[in-house]
């Protein structure tokens, strides 16, 4: 059975940097896609960034890119999420997911965590 446990949310100022860990245990983590989506409070989940099976190809929400670095271990079965200059806009809850075919879309994700809280102060 997939589980999928995100790790490392915490309260930042903005302007700070954080790294989320999500930790996927199955037997095919290699088989997916995997990517990054989040929550605020009173809004839809949003996609933020997605990695292929062999970490060649990224993509990523236009407000994050240059500052969020999605990065996968497949040895380790670990997705990564690196953000950079917070803002405080992009507190939520930040969620893992896998998918089988390459989507911005987060309904089109399969299967996802309980997500880790990332709260950016001013």
């Known amino acids: 059975q997939v589980q999928l446990v995100e790790s490392g949310g915490r309260l930042v100022q903005a302007g700070d940097s954080l790294r989320l860990t999500c930790a996927y245990s199955?037997?095919?983590?290699?088989?997916?896609?995997m990517g990054w989506l989040r929550q605020a409070p009173g809004k839809e989940r949003e996609f933020v960034a997605i990695?292929?099976?062999?970490?060649?190809?990224?993509y990523y929400q236009d407000s994050v890119k240059g500052r969020f670095t999605i990065s996968r271990d497949n040895a380790k079965n670990t997705v990564y999420l690196e953000m950079n200059n917070l803002k405080r806009e992009e507190t939520a809850v930040y969620y893992c997911?896998?998918?089988?075919?390459?989507?911005?879309?987060?309904?089109?994700?399969?299967?996802w965590g309980e997500g880790t809280q990332v709260t950016v102060s001013a």
């Open positions: 199955g037997p095919t983590f290699s088989s997916y896609l």
């Open positions: 997911a896998e998918a089988s075919e390459f989507t911005t879309d987060p309904d089109k994700c399969e299967f």
């Open positions: 990695i292929t099976r062999n970490s060649i190809g990224t």
